[in-house]
């Protein structure tokens, strides 16, 4: 080591004079001290802005680059700012001690900042482009990574004073500032990240920063000059105990994944991402690092495993790769294999709704990811021994395992993220070709949307090599490759399905009568009603679209993907209609049906192309409506914030142009939605989306009328009017093509119980709310399981379940709201109090509770029904106090929501105590809205329970570029 003088440390100038520094440590130690951790620092800050920046930008084969980028560019910029400093050496430590502690607040303060500013930043560069992800790494990385880079010049000057030292000086300080970040990319990568997550990892670097500043201080100042260090220490150790003590834990991570309209219900950072269920109108999303992975709503990821294991017959053995919500392997299970193995990268533990008891699985640990009822089939697996998750890379498992399976489903399919396009490459399909049996089966997702024409053949080409007797199966638009080992499909082998084991899986019943699992859950329409549910034979054929000859002349000649070449990764797609070009390719190359079922009928097989072409046209119709809700999204949220500016005092004139933004685009997202729909008549999706897009510009219309200006008030009023009919006639088109759509049939009804509460004439009134109760059977009967059955003392009520699971809605509301009409009717003859009760008992079961708000009164107005005023009083005494409680609760919470509840509850209490009053009177409290002067004694034409799906009018259309508006002249 350099021994260092007072002479060597300083120079003999003047200003100098009277300044000397009395040393417990040699400074050299001190500053090689810095420089440990200035390479400690930066590298494991670095680690952690990687996982960070997984929050702000896609995560694709560029990210590294890019970070790497800004490393290098903040050292460049750094060392040049340290070579222009004057040399000072009395200031040594105080420029290397401010440079490493400020550095470390910037890391950490940068990653504080609110996600609302980053989408502001995200809009101003740009989401999508190279130069946009460029430029939200800079933001997240540039200014710390300056200030390292000044660290290390700075501490080589303070220690070498003789050219004769500069070369064992700077190799000695490379070496441990080499050994520091090499130390901290080793800890923080394999311990401390994946154990305690990033906001405690990023205070943790930023403590040692800090603690190296004051370190460096201590020893190196003199009594003299270290007193000015004081605010420095006081301001470092300051903002440090903030954060760390008043900063909400995971504050970090957690406010960028609630960004957007979506709630999210649990969040948890993982070993590899950031883990979040988000609540997306009633439907629970799982997201890795912001990118779906699957939902509570049945999806293709389902029929992922139905269509390999009907074609492979009886799978006994089956692996899947890909847990994600677990779709495809709780489907697997429905086919009772022997075993089923699921390979999962991310702690497959963390992704169940249960606690693993220890003698079924090694690793006892509570599982956070709630919502996904992982319980109803991950449980039973490991009690029978079925069940085993496997914690690996699913290409690492597949190369060393030596099992061998019936049905290998690989379940990664977005290709644009490092290392997925791995389960893409030659080598990868002949690892999988050694783990399958003579007869197995492979099946793979080939998602269109990160693929291009040529990028798809050369997929295809790349399968087909290793596995010349393949399928091509749609399957959204993440079709399903599906390869034989055996190569079923030649000439003189059995071929791959026969009518009867097709009839076998969807047809034929349990013993008694029931459908079997398989069945039940394919009861399910990819883009259609019930006539297109995957139980149909027809339907099911439909999905098949070439076989071996046709996936040879897509394919065409050429190279394939390898392990040394991974194209895949660097594909970015150029337009919207990206998948037009390759649903036209498969259109040129599609095979008869009967390639792989020979003994069908040509009736079923003319009825199979059919489906076969709307499901190709549903790839491009889907593209069109994801599309319109990313622009309804971007459209509403500037009408939301121009809403919220002028309820704050901002002139409307000053926002205008952001509500004209708003309403341009919200306009844009129903003209995609319509497009999709002329595509595809029958896409119940886009004809649905389209009625919420309307009924939104249906509320906006009067919102932004100037009252003081008639004509602005009755233009308002027509559009209004004109956005009500088209919604409107979007739910009844839905309903018409989906009779099983309960969230359409819950919002007709909810439209027809409010306009019987207006309503003067009692045939009129008769009308609506025999509208209201066929849509609220409708919709109920759509999510109730066969097996339950709601009758009443009218049995033309009685409401049989359907167990359908295309759609999802609050389905104990509806159950409320049908038993407030049968309990609370003005109309006596529509009045049936058991009914009623038997609805309210059911949703009581749904929620897990007979204490809600909704339960309680329409519970005391069926007691009333009854004529049971004194229990009916009971009932709603008890829950006037509950519901008082919870209101004495909200009093001090000052937040918007809670006021806004607060508000909503003091209304309903009111309301309350009427019902109270009029039970104390021994009367009926029948529903609030209803004027008084209609007759209801009188008699009336309609009967509700005649009222059906056939005979409702359908509003017309209208004029598709919205009604006339009259002009009117200014008077004098």
Same mark, same amino acid.
């Given at each position: 080591?350099?021994?260092l003088?007072?002479?060597?440390y300083f120079?003999?100038?003047e ?7 009395s040393?417990d440590?040699?400074?050299?130690k001190?500053f090689?001290?810095a420089?440990?951790?200035s390479g ?6 670095e ?15 560029y ?6 980028m800004?490393?290098?560019?903040g050292?460049?910029i750094?060392?040049?700012?340290a070579?222009?400093?004057p ?19 910037l890391?950490m ?6 996600s609302p500013?980053?989408?502001m930043?995200q809009?101003?560069v740009?989401r ?20 390292a880079g000044?660290?290390y ?8 004073h003789?050219a004769?030292h500069t070369?064992?000086?700077v190799?000695?300080m ?7 970040a090499i130390i901290?990319s080793?800890l923080m ?19 040692i920063s800090?603690?190296a500043?004051?370190i460096i201080?201590l ?8 007193p000015?260090?004081l ?7 300051g ?8 900063v909400p ?8 994944l ?5 709630e999210?219900v649990?969040a948890?950072?993982? %070993? ?13 999303v ?18 992922a495993a ?11 053995e089956v692996l899947v790769?890909?847990l ?14 022997k075993h089923?193995d ?7 533990m963390m992704?169940f709704d ?5 003698e079924?699985?090694s690793q006892r ?5 709630k919502?996904?009822n992982?319980q109803e %089939? ?7 021994g079925?069940?085993r998750v496997? %914690?690996?890379d699913?290409?690492?498992?597949v190369?060393?395992a030596?099992?061998?399976y ?5 379940e990664?399919?977005?290709v644009?993220?490092?290392?997925v396009?791995a389960?893409y ?5 002949r690892?999988?070709?050694e783990?399958?049996?003579d007869?197995?089966v492979?099946?793979?997702f080939?998602p269109?949307?990160f693929?291009g ?6 997929a295809v ?6 596995? $010349?007797?393949?399928?091509? %199966? ?5 079709l399903l490759?599906i390869?034989?080992?055996s ?5 003189g ?8 084991r097709?009839g076998k899986?969807l047809?034929?019943r349990?013993?008694?009568?029931s459908?079997?699992a ?8 990819y ?10 034979p027809?339907?099911f ?16 000649e ?9 194209e895949?990764?660097y ?9 037009r070009p390759?649903v ?10 009967t390639t792989?079922?020979?003994k069908?009928s040509?009736?079923?097989?003319g009825?199979?192309?059919v ?5 190709l046209?549903?790839i491009?119709?889907k593209?069109?409506?994801d599309?319109a809700?990313?622009i309804?999204?971007?459209g ?7 809403m919220?500016?002028?309820a704050l005092g ?9 509500i004209?933004?708003?309403?341009r ?6 003209a ?7 595509l595809?008549?029958?896409?119940t999706?886009?004809t ?5 897009m309307l009924?939104?510009?249906q509320?906006?219309?009067p ?5 003081s200006?008639e004509?602005e008030?009755?233009?308002?009023a027509?559009l ?11 739910l009844?088109k839905?309903?018409q093509i ?8 819950n919002k007709?009804a909810?439209?027809w119980h409010?306009?019987a509460?207006?309503t003067g ?5 008769m009308?609506?709310?025999?509208n ?18 709601i009758?009443g003392?009218? $049995?033309?009520?009685? *409401?049989?379940?359907?167990?359908v ?15 407030m ?7 006596e ?5 058991v ?6 008992d059911i949703?009581a079961? *749904?929620e897990g509770?007979?204490e ?5 009164f329409?519970?005391a107005a ?5 004529g ?5 009083r ?5 829950f006037?106090l ?5 209101m004495?609760?909200l009093q001090s919470?000052?937040s918007?929501?809670?006021q ?8 309903m ?13 021994n ?6 809205g ?7 004694n009188a008699a009336?034409?309609?009967d509700p329970?005649?009222?059906n799906?056939?005979n409702?009018?359908i509003v ?7 009604p006339?508006?009259?002009?009117t002249?200014?008077?004098?």
């Open positions: 080591m350099v021994q003088d007072d002479d060597e120079d003999d100038d200003d100098d004079e009277g300044h000397s520094l040393f440590v040699a400074p050299e001190v090689a001290f420089i440990f951790v400690f620092a930066a590298l494991a800050n680690v952690i802005w990687t996982r960070f920046l997984a929050l702000l930008v896609e995560n694709t084969v990210t590294y680059t890019l970070t790497l800004a490393v290098l560019l050292i460049v750094g060392s040049l700012l070579s222009m400093l040399d000072r050496p009395e200031r040594s430590a105080l420029r290397v001690g401010l440079a490493i502690g400020a550095g470390g607040l890391s303060g940068i990653m504080l900042i609110p500013y980053w989408s930043i809009d101003m740009g999508d482009s190279l130069f946009g992800q460029f430029a939200i790494v800079c933001v997240v990385m540039l200014l710390p990574m300056i200030l000044m660290t010049p700075l501490a080589i000057r303070a220690v070498t003789h004769s070369g064992a000086n190799g000695k490379s070496a441990i500032n080499t050994v520091g901290g080793l990568g394999f311990i401390i990240l994946p154990m305690w997550g990033t906001q405690v990892s990023i205070l943790l670097t930023t403590g800090i603690f500043a004051v201080w020893l190196l100042e003199d009594e003299k000059t270290l000015w260090r605010p420095f220490i006081l301001i470092f150790a903002m440090f105990v903030y954060v760390s003590r008043f834990q995971e504050q970090i991570v957690f406010d960028h609630k960004v957007g309209t979506s999210v649990h948890v950072e993982g %070993w590899s991402g950031f883990i979040t269920v988000e609540d997306q109108g009633g439907e629970t799982l997201k890795i690092n912001r990118m779906f992975q699957g939902s509570t709503r049945q999806t293709q990821q389902g029929t139905h269509i390999p294991a009907i074609l492979h017959g009886q799978p006994d790769i890909g994600g919500a677990g779709q495809t392997a709780e489907r697997f299970l429905m086919h009772k294999p089923l699921v390979v999962e990268i991310e702690d497959p992704l249960v606690i693993v008891d220890p079924f699985h640990r509570e599982l956070t990811i919502g996904f992982a %089939w991950v449980l039973p697996g490991f009690q029978d079925r069940l496997i %914690w690996d699913g290409r690492t498992y190369r060393h030596n099992q061998q019936d049905v290998i489903s690989v990664v399919g977005q644009f993220r490092p290392g396009s389960f490459t030659r080598e990868f399909y690892d999988v070709k783990r399958l049996k007869d197995g492979v099946s793979q080939l269109l949307e693929l024409k040529e990028q798809f053949a050369k080409r790349t399968f087909i090599r290793e596995f $010349p007797d393949s399928q091509l %199966w749609y399957n959204t638009s993440e490759m390869g034989s080992k190569q079923r499909g030649v000439e082998k059995q071929p791959w399905l026969t009518t009867g097709l899986a047809l034929t349990n013993p008694d009568g459908r079997t398989v069945q039940k859950d394919l009861v399910f329409s883009w259609g009603g019930y006539r297109n549910h995957l139980t149909n027809d339907v054929l439909g999905g098949f679209l070439m076989g071996s000859k046709g996936l040879a002349d897509l394919a065409g050429g190279g394939v993907y390898t392990d040394d070449h991974p895949l990764e594909f970015r797609r150029e337009n919207l209609d990206y998948h390759v036209e390719l498969l259109r040129d190359n599609l095979d008869d049906v792989i079922i020979p069908i040509d009736g079923s097989a009825s199979a192309h489906i076969r072409e709307k499901n046209n549903h491009i119709a593209q069109f409506t599309t809700r990313q309804y999204i971007a509403d949220t500037n009408i939301n914030m121009a919220q500016a002028i901002e002139d409307k004139n000053v926002v205008q142009p952001q004209d933004v708003g309403m685009l919200l306009k844009e997202s129903i995609y939605m319509k497009y999709a729909e002329n595809l008549p029958e896409f999706e886009a649905f989306n389209r009625s919420a009924e939104r510009l509320q906006l219309a919102q932004f009328a100037d009252p200006i004509v008030v009755i233009s308002a027509i209004a009017q004109h956005y009500d009919e088209e919604t409107r006639a979007c009844l839905t309903v989906d009779p099983d759509h309960n969230l359409a049939h007709l909810t439209r409010m306009e509460g207006t004439n009692k045939d009129e009134y009308f609506a709310i025999s209201a109760i066929l849509h609220y059977r409708n919709g109920i009967a759509a999510f109730l399981p066969e097996n339950i059955e009758k003392s009218n $049995p033309n009520l009685t *409401i049989n379940g359907r167990d699971k295309d759609t999802v809605d609050d389905e104990a509301t509806s159950l409320h709201r049908l038993a009409i049968l309990s609370m009717s003005p109309d003859g529509l009045r049936d109090p009914m009623a009760r038997n609805l309210i949703a079961k *749904i509770t007979d809600s708000f909704n339960h309680g329409i519970s069926v007691h009333a029904a009854e049971n005023f004194e229990q009916a009971r009932v709603l005494t008890q006037g509950r519901m008082n409680d919870a004495n609760q919470d000052t918007n929501a809670a806004q509840q607060l508000e909503q509850m003091n209304r209490y009111d309301g309350i105590q009427a019902q109270l009053a009029a039970y104390e009177r009367e009926l409290h029948l529903q609030a209803m004027t008084t002067n209609v007759d209801f009336s034409e309609i329970t005649e009222i799906l056939d409702i009018p017309p259309q209208g004029n598709q570029n919205g006339v508006v009259p002009q002249t200014p008077q004098n």
